[in-house]
T-cell receptor, first 109, second 113 residues
Framework: TQLLEQSPQFLSIQEGENLTVYCNSSSVFSSLQWYRQEPGEGPVLLVTVVTGGEVKKLKRLTFQFGDARKDSSLHITAAQPGDTGLYLC?????????FGAGTTVTVRA | NAGVTQTPKFQVLKTGQSMTLQCAQDMNHNSMYWYRQDPGMGLRLIYY???????DKGEVPNGYNVSRLNKREFSLRLESAAPSQTSVYFC????????????FGSGTQLSVL
């Protein structure tokens, strides 16, 4: 079983629509990170959230860390085809980073 | 900057064969990691090295061994490959602070027949 549960597993939307990806756990993390992965490449960090209730914005992407530091969400406004990819959340504890199974996002032109 | 370099990029093995996946980073990072990625399973930690001279098991260590050769290099060895080890393997590194981001290599696609 995954320490971090991501939903949905797949998401296909039209360009210009909004989307939200969720990351939930029963564990508390010192921080939560979101990565994006393109085919044939390793994941690349998008953002790190550290404080419970924290909200970070990166252009059209909004990341929120739950008050109890167990869950997070990623919201994309007005999605573009360039947002297509695998989105992974990862929770930090000690020296280890545990990943969710990922959400595959496809934005159709 | 090279970042994290993994070799080889692709490998096909027969069941029972052995091989070593190589990983090197040029960012002076203390911590290094080996993950495997399977469809629907995300990234699962195999082994990690918090600092030079130390290694620890992750979630799925069975069938693997690691060596932290020096601060730069962290290798993963499959002594007797099994079809269940068919996967994409990623090496990653970071400074050591638990909130720091991981820098990933571009992966090794391994097939065990």
């Amino acid at each position: 079983t995954q320490l971090l549960e991501q939903s949905p597993q797949f998401l296909s939307i039209q360009e210009g629509e909004n989307l939200t990806v969720y990351c939930n756990s029963s564990s508390v993390f010192s921080s939560l990170q979101w990565y994006r992965q393109e085919p044939g490449e390793g994941p690349v960090l998008l953002v790190t959230v550290v404080t419970g209730g924290e909200v970070k914005k990166l252009k059209r992407l909004t990341f929120q860390f739950g008050d109890a530091r167990k869950d997070s969400s990623l919201h994309i406004t007005a999605a573009q085809p360039g947002d297509t990819g695998l989105y992974l959340c990862a929770g930090a504890a000690d020296y280890k980073l545990s990943f969710g199974a990922g959400t595959t996002v496809t934005v159709r032109a | 900057n090279a970042g994290v370099t993994q070799t080889p990029k692709f490998q096909v093995l027969k069941t029972g064969q052995s091989m070593t996946l190589q990983c090197a980073q040029d960012m002076n990072h203390n911590s290094m990691y080996w993950y495997r990625q399977d469809p629907g399973m995300g990234l699962r930690l195999i082994y990690y090295s918090a600092s030079e001279g130390t290694t620890d098991k992750g979630e799925v260590p069975n069938g693997y061994n690691v060596s932290r050769l020096n601060k730069r290099e962290f290798s993963l060895r499959l002594e007797s490959a099994a079809p269940s080890q068919t996967s994409v393997y990623f090496c990653a590194s970071r400074t050591g602070d638990s909130n720091e981001k991981l820098f990933f290599g571009s992966g090794t696609q391994l097939s065990v027949l």
